[in-house]
């Protein structure tokens, strides 16, 4: 909270950290290792703990095909039998759409939290 108490800023932050998290390291390792540290900062902005899950999801997941270590690129690259470069260069527009619904999902909550209200109200 040194950073900054905006909620909307402090979103920002977290989903740029993710992302680089999520290119260097394994999702189930950066889960288990980060939420915990970060759940009580989360709770004290007053971000929804669902809503951040979903964000935080997000954002590992888009790791997983981005360069430097998108481990989905090396494995659709294995799989096609194509040069790794070929399989960056074809995912480049995907990643961008990615990246647009992670802004939306991060920043308009209704999106995501529409489902879970529903369930639990």
């Not at 909270?1 to 999520?22: A, E, M, Y």
């Not at 590992?60 to 294995?78: Q, R, W």
């Amino acid at each position: 909270t040194s950073i900054s108490t905006n909620k909307w800023v402090l979103l920002f932050i977290l989903n740029v950290f993710f992302l680089v998290w999520g290119t260097a390291m394994d999702t189930v390792t950066a889960l288990v290792i980060l939420i915990p540290v970060l759940v009580p900062l989360v709770q004290q902005t007053g971000i929804d703990l669902v809503h951040f899950g979903i964000m935080i999801t997000m954002n590992l997941m888009i790791g997983l095909v981005t360069p430097p270590v998108g481990l989905v690129l090396f494995l659709t690259s294995s799989m096609a039998q194509v040069r790794l470069e070929k399989v960056v260069k074809e995912s480049v527009p995907f990643i961008i759409a990615l990246l647009l619904v992670l802004i939306i999902c991060t920043y308009i909550p209704s999106v995501v939290m529409w489902l879970p209200d529903l369930l639990i109200k």
